[in-house]
């Protein structure tokens, strides 16, 4: 028995409760299209919906649908059409990303060279702490949609590319 809920009182939470605090429906989900920097750069356009947990955001007015907090990840769905995704990032947690609807491509530069790795839907795939990363839609479909799963007890902040910060301030 893991120690963490051993002797503990089992918790009890009805129906309705479940419903309100712990569950968000696809069709209620609020999503935002500027969310991120890189956002305001057209071939990072996309749109991010928090469905649960800590999230990873630089708008504030982004919250997650389910309003029952998740203790150490965040999960967040992304809608872009073809080629549009996020640009060259990275965060202090490993990041997960996995194809709902469509194709997509995850990138990341090994020193100063790109290199792509093309995902089907329910591919995952790890990006490892530090890496920088960014993905894009390969779907020409107009419902693409990419889970994005961000571990750890703290998210942190997004540490842009720097060439992502000097075509940003040109907007």
Request: proline letters at 6%; charged letters at 30%.
């Amino acid at each position: 028995v893991d120690p963490r809920i051993a002797g503990k009182p089992v918790p009890r939470i009805s129906k309705a409760a479940m419903e309100r605090d712990c569950v968000a429906r696809a069709d209620n989900v609020k999503a935002m299209d500027i969310a991120f920097l890189d956002q305001r750069i057209p071939r990072y356009e996309r749109d991010i919906i928090n469905m649960v947990g800590m999230g990873v955001t630089e708008n504030a007015k982004l919250k997650p649908n389910i309003k029952e907090g998740a203790t150490g990840f965040s999960v967040t769905y992304i809608r872009a059409k073809t080629g549009k995704g996020a640009a060259l990032h990275r965060h202090a947690t490993e990041e997960v990303f996995i194809p709902v609807k469509g194709p997509w491509q995850v990138f990341w530069l090994e020193g100063d060279e790109e290199r792509t790795v093309d995902l089907n839907e329910g591919d995952v795939v790890n990006v490892p702490i530090g890496i920088y990363r960014g993905f894009r839609s390969l779907s020409d479909r107009p419902d693409a949609l990419m889970m994005a799963i961000v571990g750890g007890p703290d998210a942190g902040k997004v540490d842009w590319h720097p060439s992502v910060i000097a075509e940003a301030r040109r907007t």
